[in-house]
């Protein structure tokens, strides 16, 4: 029997924008209902220990954005806003979504649906990147803030961003020896970050915070140095690291052989945009070439209903998120038939406005460097589900064309269970780096049901639900 | 933070009551709150899955049920391990090829 709930607002994400959205919209009369992948509401980043942990011993020293995840989360329970945990959101549609959760399916009809679905790690190919022991930065993070595992002993950390930094602090705090901590990008795009943060107070209180933990580690981080290759036979036991030229592109001059048996990466984070994609939201590119969902001053998509908050709609940080959440929430409340007065959304929309411009200095300092797509070697896969290498990609192009659907159809690329979510965006790179093809020229992908692999049984019946 | 017996982190002790589950008929404990593929990780099981085309070793990626690279079999359901948390008695399978022993 399918479980089926009404609310006025349905938000998608426990986030700090699902959160913020969530709470604007109860506060102006909605009923709400949250729904998160999670065990426990807070997202990525204001990620709760598991209860049966208990609380004794937090695992490294809470970041001051921590206090507004404390303060988000106690005010979700206070309000009473039901979240919906463990659910994974397969379909929606205006006015209505369906969930899986331990193979059971659930309907929510809602006049309003708020997409806070958040963002995920880039990652960029490079030989021996599928080896077990070589995970993302937030999986580095998840094992160390959510779970209080030491996930390795002797670590090398590569990859782009500002996030490189809480992912080294999170591993010397449990102890991990970090080996070799490599930032793609030149040391000048540091400069232009710390510029970015200067400007907003939160993120400079942030940003100290890890600077100060970084620079008490010990570490140091090396710009223009990225991981070139893993090597090991069903576990990563060693890595090669070397240099990259200002654009990414590997310098064969510098190679160095470490001992490791963790690897953590991170090229920037990319939205995870399949809900908005899904609803056939009108698409942009990022400033990033993310594909986000186009949004008016309040947040609202092009798909009457439906509005967008935080990372989906471009990589912004968790300042950004709450204030765009907090619009979006308003502004769900009032589609719904809630009455928002107009001094509430102009003072929301100011917020959002200048915490929004303080994000895209931040983004545009550590853009995607397209000369890291040449780390894939002609047998690197290019598509972990279905194991394409990077060579049939190429043979493929070769004789059919560089089109994305004409590939996927050709070399399987594209077709596994993350449809896409992973290799969507190492597609675009390698083909823009080994054939010249420029990525403006593909269109947004498709989003199927279910955007999430689950049970045709599952599937059946939420069609049938929702008609 | 004073470097610990082990991968986990907080003494065990602090974590709940020990839990058994098995993988591939091997015995795992673990502790309550825990997901499938941090009390995997914790027994230092790094393989979940073979791939489909080359029978590669995979294992946890993302963490964050993004990749599907740890998608394992629970108690006869295809479910990721890294969202799944750990009940006494549940029945791990890994899928694809039989993995090699040690891995």
Redesign the interface.
């Known amino acids: 029997m399918t479980r089926t709930h009404a609310a006025d607002v349905a938000v998608i994400g426990a986030g700090p924008a699902g959160l913020a959205a969530a709470l604007a919209a109860r506060q102006a009369g909605a009923v709400v209902t949250i729904l998160d992948?999670?065990?426990r509401p807070g997202g990525?980043i204001f990620r709760q220990?598991?209860?049966?942990?208990?609380t004794?011993?937090q695992?490294a020293a809470d970041a001051p954005s921590h206090a507004l995840g404390h303060a988000l989360l106690h005010d979700v329970e206070a309000s009473g806003v039901p979240v919906l945990a463990?659910v994974?959101v397969f379909e929606a549609r205006p006015g209505a979504l369906a969930y899986e959760r331990d193979?059971e399916v659930g309907v929510v009809r809602a006049k309003a649906i708020v997409l806070a679905t958040g963002a995920?790690?880039r990652s960029v190919p490079f030989p021996g990147w599928?080896?077990?022991?070589?995970?993302?930065a937030?999986?580095?993070q998840?094992?160390?803030r959510g779970?209080?595992?030491?996930?390795g002993t002797r670590a090398v950390v590569a990859g782009t961003g500002p996030l490189l930094l809480p992912t080294l602090t999170a591993l010397q705090?449990?102890?991990v020896r970090v080996v070799a901590a490599l930032e793609a990008a030149p040391r000048t795009a540091l400069l232009r970050g710390v510029g970015a943060l200067l400007r907003s107070r939160a993120k400079r209180r942030e940003a100290w915070h890890y600077a100060r933990a970084f620079l008490r580690s010990g570490l140091r981080l090396r710009h223009g140095w990225t991981v070139f290759a893993a090597h090991g036979a069903?576990?990563v036991a060693a890595v090669t690291i070397g240099r990259v030229d200002r654009t990414g592109r590997p310098r064969r001059d510098h190679e160095q052989r470490l001992e490791a048996d963790l690897v953590c990466v991170g090229f920037g984070l990319e939205p995870?945009n399949e809900l908005a994609r899904r609803l056939r939201c009108t698409m942009l590119r990022g400033p990033d070439g993310s594909w986000v969902p186009q949004v008016d001053a309040r947040m609202a998509t092009s798909v009457a209903g439906v509005f967008a908050a935080g990372e989906v709609v471009g990589i912004g940080g968790v300042d950004t998120a709450r204030a765009e959440g907090h619009l979006a929430g308003l502004a769900a409340a009032a589609h719904a038939g809630w009455t928002v007065a107009p001094e509430r959304f102009a003072q929301a929309e100011a917020e959002r406005v200048r915490e929004r411009a303080v994000s895209r200095t931040l983004l545009a300092a550590f853009p995607v460097l397209p000369g890291l797509y040449e780390l894939a070697a002609p047998d690197t896969l290019v598509c972990?589900?279905?194991?394409v290498r990077l060579r049939e990609v190429r043979e493929a192009a070769a004789l059919f064309g560089p089109e994305l659907r004409t590939l996927k159809m050709a070399t399987r690329a594209g077709m596994?269970?993350?449809q896409g979510?992973?290799c969507a965006s190492i597609l675009e790179g390698v083909l823009a780096s080994r054939l010249g093809v420029d990525p403006h020229r593909h269109a947004c992908p498709a989003a199927q049901v279910p955007v999430?692999?689950v049970?045709a049984r599952c599937l059946l019946e939420a069609l049938r639900e929702l008609g | 933070m004073a470097e610990a017996p082990g991968p986990r982190l907080r003494p065990e002790s602090a974590r709940g009551p020990r839990v058994r589950l098995t993988c591939d008929g091997v015995p795992v404990e673990a502790h309550p709150g825990e997901t499938v593929a941090m009390a995997l990780w914790a027994a230092d099981r790094r393989t979940l899955r073979r791939s489909t085309r080359l029978g590669a070793p995979r294992g946890v990626f993302c963490n964050m049920g993004i990749c599907f690279e740890c998608l394992v079999r629970i108690d006869g359901h295809a479910t990721r391990a890294c969202l799944a948390e750990v009940r006494d008695g549940m029945r791990v399978e890994t899928i694809g090829p039989a993995p090699e022993a040690g891995a």
């Open positions: 992948e999670g065990a990525q220990l598991p209860a049966a942990f208990g004794i011993g695992p463990r994974t193979g995920y790690d599928t080896l077990p022991g070589v995970v993302t937030g999986a580095a998840v094992m160390v779970q209080m595992l030491r996930p705090a449990a102890g069903d576990r995870s972990r589900c279905e194991d596994g269970p993350c979510r992973i999430k692999p049970a």
